[in-house]
């Protein structure tokens, strides 16, 4: 968030408003993970049924620390944290984890980073739309 601020400002960002930035920024990290209703059995479930790699983007430490707090991390075979979620990237990750995007799926709540990508990389998507996110986030199916 900081550098954010720092580029939309031109470095002209006031202390102030670095030191709330800051304070926005532990009580993220200190917010509590809770699970959508029905996530653990839709992801058990998954897991009985085939290989589950978690391909996440954001900060590296961030998404650790939501993954450990999940309690759902033993069930994935492999977790991917990403900083752009890009066909080639998705490409990458089901050749190295698997036999390639051609057999592999992508389950998300994201019709642009989540599905669009995927397919756009010769997989499979998944859609599970949720009543959050962010409209930068939206698009029309690929297909």
């Known amino acids: ?18 030191a709330e930035l800051i304070e926005a920024g532990k009580d993220m990290l200190a917010h509590p993970i809770e699970l959508l ?8 479930a998954a897991k009985a049924q085939c290989k589950l790699i978690l391909i996440t983007k954001g ?13 759902l991390g033993h069930l994935f075979d492999g ?3 990403i900083s752009n979620k890009v066909p ?6 089901f050749e190295r984890h698997g ?5 592999g799926m992508m389950i998300g709540h994201s019709m642009k980073s989540d599905m669009n990508r995927m397919i756009e990389a010769g997989g499979w998507g998944i859609y599970v ?8 986030e939206h698009a029309d199916p690929f297909f």
Do not use: C
């Open 99 to 103: 036999t390639g995007p051609a057999t």
């Open 79 to 81: 977790v991917e944290i």
């Open 88 to 93: 080639d990237i998705y490409a990458q990750i």
């Open 59 to 71: 900060d590296l430490i961030d998404q650790e620390r939501k993954l450990a707090q999940s309690g």
């Open 37 to 44: 209703p029905h996530a653990r059995k839709a992801v058990e």
């Open 1 to 18: 968030m900081i550098e954010t601020a720092l580029e939309v400002t031109h470095n002209e960002v006031s202390r102030g408003v670095i």
């Open 129 to 136: 739309p949720h009543r959050f996110h962010w409209e930068i």
